[in-house]
């Protein structure tokens, strides 16, 4: 693999069937840059190398776009995607950067990483990023973020039935919430089925992806909204993590 070339993000995106840019690609490897270097002076992700980082994070983040048209084909012209527990960015910033027709709320609690990707946004002149600076279940209860969103993605290692209540009530009826995960997700469904339904939503499929170069499992969970969530949820973070629905 020739880090510092585009070769491999632009053999990824040709095999995730993604048409992009030369203004992409460079501002995707901008990203990666950025990443590795603030990487050294705070704690944005575990993998430190750029390979590692590359792979494991940017190209598995680039990999939803294989279903682009069964996540993103909506009606309308407010496209509003919610990335919760975003990190460094991710999945938010790599899907921004190829997707410039939505705009991207990307939320996490550490400020250290908002002002991060604050000064990622004003480096590469991204335009369709807002950065949320909270904890989800208290975003959720203000009426601009509830069942405001089109698609809510969440890429954060949280254990399922945690996740679908910082998440649910964040999207709109008719939306999707999408799950980044591993294998361990098919035994998490089996074990919690009433969670989503408590919560207004319905698990509607698995969506496998090989991401290239890295030997791992991957997959989608989609789970759609199909009712208003009840005004109790989600509950304060500690409840949750002490009874999980």
Same mark, same amino acid.
């Given at each position: ?12 995106? $040709? ?10 690609? $460079? ?5 990666? #840059? ?13 993998? &430190? ?7 494991r ?22 496209? $509003? ?27 996490? #609690?550490?400020?250290?990483? =908002? ?6 946004? $004003? ?17 959720? &209860? =203000?009426?601009d ?31 999707? =919430?999408i ?35 890295l030997?791992?499992?991957?997959s989608?969970?989609? =789970? ?10 989600p ?7 002490? &009874?999980?629905?």
């Amino acid at each position: 693999m020739k880090l510092g070339s585009s070769n491999i993000l632009e053999s990824s995106l $040709k095999e995730f069937g993604v048409c992009f840019s030369k203004i992409q690609v $460079k501002a995707l490897r901008k990203y990666l #840059d950025m990443v590795y270097e603030y990487n050294k002076k705070i704690n944005l992700t575990g993998t &430190k190398d750029k390979e590692g980082i590359l792979i494991r994070h940017i190209l598995d983040s680039i990999s939803l776009l294989k279903y682009k048209k069964e996540f993103f084909t909506i009606k309308g012209k407010d496209k $509003k995607l919610l990335d919760v527990g975003t990190g460094a960015g991710l999945p938010g910033i790599p899907l921004s950067i190829l997707m410039d027709n939505w705009v991207f709320y990307l939320l996490d #609690d550490s400020l250290k990483k =908002i002002n991060f990707l604050e000064t990622v946004v $004003k480096e590469l002149n991204i335009k369709n990023v807002i950065t949320l600076n909270g904890r989800a279940e208290q975003l959720a &209860k =203000i009426i601009d973020y509830r069942e405001a969103f089109n698609v809510v993605v969440s890429r954060a290692v949280a254990k399922y039935n945690i996740l679908v209540e910082l998440t649910i009530p964040f999207c709109r009826i008719n939306g999707k =919430i999408i799950f980044y995960k591993s294998k361990k997700i098919i035994g998490e469904i089996k074990r919690n089925r009433d969670s989503v339904l408590n919560l207004g939503g319905r698990i509607n499929s698995l969506f496998e992806v090989k991401v290239p170069y890295l030997n791992e499992y991957r997959s989608f969970l989609v =789970i759609k909204k199909v009712k208003d969530s009840p005004l109790i949820y989600p509950r304060s973070f500690n409840k949750i993590k002490k &009874k999980p629905l």
